[in-house]
T-cell receptor, first 110, second 110 residues
C-alpha cells in the first residue's frame, strides 16, 4: 500500500522566514512525486513534480523550490516566505496514473 | 493550469438522497478521475474512467464520461452523513500530471 508522510502538519511562520516541508513515501521504488497547493476553499494547483532523484519540474514561477535528495523523499522550500505562500500543501505519489496524497501541511504566513 | 470545472460549487441533500455533480474540461484526456477530500485532510482517490469508457461503477458511485461534450458526472446514491466532503475531478492528458477543478462541496443532512 502507498503511505505518504508529511510534516509538519501545521506551521505558522513570519513573512521573510525560511520554509522546509518534508514528504516521505512508502511503497513502490522510483515513484513520481508531486507538490500541490490548495488555497482556502479552492482546487489544487500543481507546484512541482519529480520523476526521479534530482529531477524536478516546476509548474508555476514562484517563491518556492523543491528538491528530491532521495528516491522517496521530496522537500518543498523557500528562502523567504511571502503572505501569498499561505495555504494547504499536499504531497502526492503517482501510482499507475492515480495519486495517493499525504495528510497535508497547513502553512500560515503572518 | 486547472482544466476541470465542477458544477455545482456546493450541494446540500438529505440523507438517503442521491447527489450528482458534474465536471467539464477543455482538452483531450487519457482518463478522468474523481477524488474526495474531507475537511482539512488529504485527497482520496475514488474512481478512474478511461477516455474509451462511458460509464463505471464502484459501490454507491457511478461515473459517466462523454468525451464529445468533454464532461463527466459523479453520482453518489443513497447518500450518508459520511459522504459529506468536497469532491474533485482531475484530468490526465498523459504527461504524468493531473489537473484538478475547484471542487463541489457536498453536505449530507441527517
Amino acid at each position: 500500500s502507498q503511505t505518504i508522510h508529511q510534516w509538519p502538519a501545521t506551521l505558522v511562520q513570519p513573512v521573510g522566514s525560511p520554509l522546509s516541508l518534508e514528504c516521505t513515501v512508502e511503497g513502490t521504488s522510483n515513484p513520481n512525486l508531486y507538490w500541490y497547493r490548495q488555497a482556502a476553499g479552492r482546487g489544487l494547483q500543481l507546484l512541482f513534480y519529480s520523476v526521479g532523484i534530482g529531477q524536478i519540474s516546476s509548474e508555476v514561477p514562484q517563491n518556492l523550490s523543491a528538491s528530491r535528495p532521495q528516491d522517496r523523499q521530496f522537500i518543498l522550500s523557500s528562502k523567504k516566505l511571502l503572505l501569498s505562500d499561505s495555504g494547504f500543501y499536499l504531497c502526492a505519489q503517482g501510482v499507475t496514473g492515480e495519486l495517493f496524497f499525504g495528510e497535508g501541511s497547513r502553512l500560515t504566513v503572518l | 493550469s486547472q482544466q476541470g470545472e465542477e458544477d455545482p460549487q456546493a450541494l446540500s441533500i438529505q440523507e438517503g438522497e442521491n447527489a450528482t455533480m458534474n465536471c467539464s474540461y477543455k482538452t483531450s484526456i487519457n482518463n478522468l478521475q474523481w477524488y474526495r477530500q474531507n475537511s482539512g485532510r488529504g485527497l482520496v482517490h475514488l474512481i478512474l474512467i478511461r477516455s474509451n469508457e462511458r460509464e463505471k461503477h464502484s459501490g454507491r458511485l457511478r461515473v459517466t464520461l462523454d468525451t464529445s461534450k468533454k464532461s463527466s458526472s459523479l453520482l453518489i446514491t443513497a447518500s450518508r452523513a459520511a459522504d459529506t466532503a468536497s469532491y474533485f475531478c482531475a484530468t490526465d492528458d498523459g504527461d504524468y500530471k493531473l489537473s484538478f477543478g475547484a471542487g463541489t462541496t457536498v453536505t449530507v443532512r441527517a
